[in-house]
């Protein structure tokens, strides 16, 4: 009997034994679940990258906060816009397999959504700048090819015209002249379309501590002998001392370089061309002013367009020279500015722009 009672009490020991490691074992599960859990929530809520838990009626159960960014979505939970694109998710959700959409958003902004099958989770990736490089680069090819017919035809024609019996000496003089004529312009095309193509699908910019004097003095020496050959004053203005600015001295250059060669390519013999660089409170007023004849007022609107040009068609020119520097400013978070009196008087073009001084790093106590 005794016996007996001592095998029953060891089977006892063991069964509770037993049971409290299995308790424990799904005890640490559970936990370890409930860590993962929260841990991924965790991650997701702090992820750069938008997250929505969506229900059947098209409302979000969840949002992270780059979701609520990117969606300009009120609170963590609650209505999604009243946007057709969103019965489009539901409806991926449905389908049989994972779905990529892309979606435009009010502002010309752009996201992708992605979407598993069947599940309610949906993961939003800011497109904006992807959608702005496409469409920059499509412009660019549309803009290159449209403006390349006309010298190329030209180029086709007298070459045609230079393989021709018996014609004038004269005749082929000039033919070749506006062979060649027209050969730098399709050079001049292709460089700057190339250039302004470069910067409007390229990444953020260098943003370094920039010396303006420095530039300012390396472009006007670029652009002296230009200038002497259509005994054109060049001078320079500058405040010292001038506070770096944060941009990129390759990008900055060009800009100085093209509104100089603007000057001095419509400026008349005698005229002056002056660059200034003045320090405010914002930062540094950089500005390009001739003498020259200046910009009839109709014009002023449009001429940092592509392609728009106010001069005769005599002029040399790709026409995107001040595209260019428009673009490049923006970049640097400044805009072209450009004022002209009436065109009678002498006073010319004034062009210039605000480049924001560096932020100076705050003293330690």
Same mark, same amino acid.
């Given at each position: ?87 489009? %998710? &539901? #409806?991926? !959700? /449905? =389908? +049989? ?6 979606? $435009? ?5 752009? @996201? ?99 010396? %303006? &004097? #420095?530039? !300012? /003095? =390396? +472009? ?6 230009? $200038? ?5 004053? @060049? ?100 805009? &072209? ?29």
């Amino acid at each position: 009997m005794y016996s007996f009672d001592l095998q029953l009490l060891l089977f006892v020991f063991f069964a509770l034994l037993a049971l409290l490691a299995g308790g424990a074992v799904w005890l640490d599960r559970a936990l370890s679940r409930r860590r993962s859990a929260r841990d991924l929530s965790q991650t997701l809520g702090d992820a750069p990258f938008g997250v929505v838990r969506l229900n059947r009626a098209g409302e979000a159960q969840h949002a992270n906060a780059a979701a609520q960014r990117l969606l300009d979505l009120p609170a963590s939970s609650g209505p999604m816009p009243a946007e057709e694109w969103v019965d489009h %998710l &539901l #409806a991926d !959700a /449905e =389908a +049989a397999d994972s779905h990529y959409r892309l979606v $435009a958003l009010p502002r010309g902004r752009w @996201l992708r959504a992605w979407i598993s099958e069947g599940s309610e989770l949906v993961f939003f990736f800011d497109a904006t700048e992807q959608q702005r490089y496409v469409q920059a680069s499509s412009r660019l090819l549309n803009d290159l090819g449209h403006e390349l017919r006309t010298p190329l035809a030209t180029i086709l024609t007298h070459t045609e015209v230079q393989g021709l019996a018996n014609l004038p000496d004269a005749t082929r003089a000039e033919s070749l002249h506006l062979l060649k004529e027209e050969t730098q312009r399709a050079i001049r095309l292709v460089n700057a379309m190339l250039e302004l193509g470069q910067l409007e699908t390229s990444g953020e910019l260098a943003q370094r501590p920039v010396d %303006l &004097l #420095a530039l !300012a /003095e =390396a +472009a006007l020496q670029q652009t002296s002998a230009q $200038a002497a050959a259509k005994e054109i004053y @060049l001078t320079l203005q500058a405040d010292t001392p001038l506070p770096a600015v944060p941009g990129d001295a390759d990008a900055l250059l060009r800009v100085l370089l093209n509104l100089l060669d603007n000057a001095v390519k419509y400026s008349r013999p005698g005229d002056r061309v002056a660059l200034g660089l003045r320090r405010e409170a914002a930062g540094v007023r950089c500005a390009v002013s001739d003498t020259g004849p200046g910009i009839p007022a109709q014009h002023l609107p449009h001429v940092t367009q592509r392609f728009y040009r106010a001069a005769p068609p005599e002029q040399a020119g790709s026409g995107l020279g001040l595209a260019l520097v428009e673009e490049a400013l923006r970049r640097h978070g400044s805009a &072209l500015q450009i004022e002209s009196p009436d065109p009678s008087s002498a006073a010319g073009v004034r062009a210039h722009f605000l480049l924001p001084a560096a932020r100076q790093p705050e003293e330690r106590p």
